[in-house]
């Protein structure tokens, strides 16, 4: 379980009254004739966790993509504690040391071992030498329930393990907001909740994240506000068991009616190397 001492990695200006960590206003993004995100206005407050639900397709993964500069958008603008970083000559690389962002992909290097994953950007970008790269990556890959996994190689280690690598690997730069996106998905069943453990957790330490998945349960326990998104909109946000529990669109009770339940509570877990433990 991660410490109470890692609460400092979600330490902001924001996080002591200044404003929001991160502020969307207006944001189209278009893919050709394709409109992806279509006037999108989002603000999420230092320390929350905002869940972010809608079928494949309704701009979810985009927003999180353009949130980082990985996509330009269109139209809108979009600020990083207070600073607006879709402004023309930002530096998109500070911008990016901000933001720490876990794909549904592990996106490890097959050759380097765990910890040589966690430290590279550390090493190459922060400057830190080996052995302040090292000493701080063995407290987090400790804090995934990995710290005896830190000389093997992915393919080593299971699904669960190469993603909670990766969450340690996007701490490691100290960011001041994290963006998962659909970071289960690409598990197999009885891999997930080792993950969604870890970023409960990670929640509890303050952490300002935003997180696109469609594990319900995670919503509803952990998420500060929940997000559901159709056709490039926000139809509809609040706290999580008043829209999970009472939606007042349509089209979030006719997608939660497709969606699947997770059947237990994540309250009582831990996690450890082998995964899960009650």
Known sequence: MI???????????????????VRVEGVRKSFGTNLVLDGVDLTVAAGDALVIIGRSG???????????????????????????????????????QRIGMVFQQFNLFPHLTAIDNVTLAARK????????AERRARELLKTVGLEEKAEQHPHQLS?????????????????HVMLFDEVTSALDPELVGEVLIVMRDLARTGMTMLVVTHEMQFAREVGDRLVFMDEGRIVEEGVPADVL??????????????????????????????????
């Open 3 to 21: 410490a109470s001492e890692a609460a400092t990695v979600g330490t902001t200006d924001s996080a002591n009254g200044a404003g929001p960590v």
């Open 58 to 96: 309704s701009g979810k993964s985009t927003l999180l993509r353009c949130i980082n500069l990985l996509e330009p958008i269109d139209d809108g603008r979009i600020l990083l504690e207070g600073d607006e970083i879709t402004r023309k000559g930002v530096d998109v690389s500070r911008v990016r």
């Open 125 to 132: 970008i922060r400057k830190l030498s080996r052995e302040q």
């Open 159 to 175: 699904g669960g393990q190469q993603q909670r690598v990766a969450i340690a690997r996007a701490l490691m730069m100290e960011p």
């Open 245 to 278: 529990d009472n939606p007042s669109d349509e089209r979030t009770r006719r997608f939660l009616r497709r969606t699947l339940q997770l059947p237990e509570s994540l309250e009582e877990l831990t996690v450890n190397e082998e995964g899960v433990e009650e």
